[in-house]
C-alpha cells in the first residue's frame, strides 16, 4: 500500500513539472505573438471581410475589449507556437508506460501530433469558415445589417480552432491506445454505431449552437474514426509479442 501510495505521488510531481514547462511554453509563444496580435487577429479576420458585405466593420462595445481581444489572440496564437513543446511533454510523461522500441519514436510523434494539430486549425481556417461565415450572413437583408463584435467573433473563431486541432489528434490517439493493447480494429468496427451517436454529441457540445458547424466537425471525425480503424489494424500491438516496458 505504501509503495503504490509512493508511486502515485511521484506521477503526481511528474505530471505536475510536465504541466508547468507546457505553461512556460504556452508563456513565452503568448509573449512573442502578443508583439504580432494585431496582425494575426487580420489575419483571423480575412476569412470573415471575404463574405461580409462592402463597407462593414468590427466593433467593440467596452473601453477594454479590443486590449483584451488582443491578449486573447495572442493566447490562442501561443497555444499554437508552444504546441510542440505541450505535445513532448505529453510524451515524457505517457513514456514509462512504453516497451523501449516504442520510446524511439518520440522525434516522429512530436511532429504528426503537431501536424495533426495545425492540419485541423488549418481545415477549420480554410475550409470551416469561409463556408460557415457565407452560411450565416447570407440570412442578413437591406433591413438586417451584421454589426459583429470583435469578442464575440475571437470567441467563436478560438472554438473552432483548438476544437478541430484536438480532434484531429483522433488517429494518433487511437495509435496509441492500440499499440498498448487497448483497443483494436475489430473493437472499433464493432462499436461503430455506438461512436457515431457520441462523434454527434461531442459534435454539439464541442462546437457553437448551430447545425452546420456541427454536421461540419462530425462529418471529419468520422472520416478520422475510419481512419483510426485502419491505423489500429495495421500498428495495433500484436499479442505474440512479449516485452516489459522499461
Known amino acids: 500500500m505504501e509503495e503504490q501510495k509512493h508511486t502515485f505521488i511521484e506521477h503526481l510531481a511528474e505530471l505536475r513539472k510536465r504541466l508547468i514547462i507546457s505553461l512556460i511554453a504556452v508563456g513565452i509563444g503568448f509573449g512573442i505573438c502578443y508583439i504580432f496580435s494585431k ?3 487580420h489575419l483571423l479576420m480575412i476569412p470573415l471581410n471575404k463574405t461580409l458585405p462592402p463597407e462593414t466593420t468590427m466593433i467593440f462595445t467596452s473601453l477594454p475589449e479590443a486590449f483584451f481581444t488582443y491578449l486573447k489572440v495572442a493566447l490562442l496564437a501561443g497555444i499554437f ?3 510542440p513543446v505541450v505535445l513532448y511533454q505529453i510524451w515524457l510523461f505517457v513514456a514509462p508506460a512504453l516497451y523501449s522500441r516504442e520510446k524511439r519514436y518520440v522525434i516522429p510523434f512530436v511532429i504528426l501530433s503537431t501536424l ?3 492540419g485541423g486549425a488549418s481545415f477549420g481556417y480554410f475550409v470551416v469558415f469561409p463556408f460557415g461565415f457565407k452560411f450565416f450572413l447570407g440570412f442578413a437583408t437591406d433591413l438586417i445589417k451584421p454589426a459583429l463584435k470583435i469578442k464575440e467573433y475571437l470567441s467563436f473563431c478560438s472554438i473552432l480552432l483548438l476544437t478541430f486541432g484536438f480532434v484531429f ?5 487511437i495509435l496509441f491506445l492500440a499499440k498498448l493493447g487497448v483497443v483494436d480494429a475489430r473493437m472499433l468496427s464493432r462499436n461503430r454505431r455506438y461512436v457515431v451517436l457520441a462523434i454527434f454529441a461531442a ?3 464541442l462546437t457553437p449552437p448551430d447545425v452546420v458547424t456541427q454536421f461540419m466537425m462530425a462529418g471529419p471525425l468520422l472520416i478520422l474514426y475510419e481512419v483510426s480503424i485502419w491505423v489500429a489494424k495495421v500498428f495495433g500491438k500484436k499479442k505474440e509479442v512479449e516485452e516489459t516496458p522499461e
Open 39 to 41: 496582425e494575426i487577429f
Open 81 to 83: 507556437v508552444a504546441s
Open 203 to 205: 459534435a454539439a457540445i
Open 169 to 173: 489528434e483522433l488517429p494518433l490517439f
Open 116 to 118: 495533426l494539430f495545425i
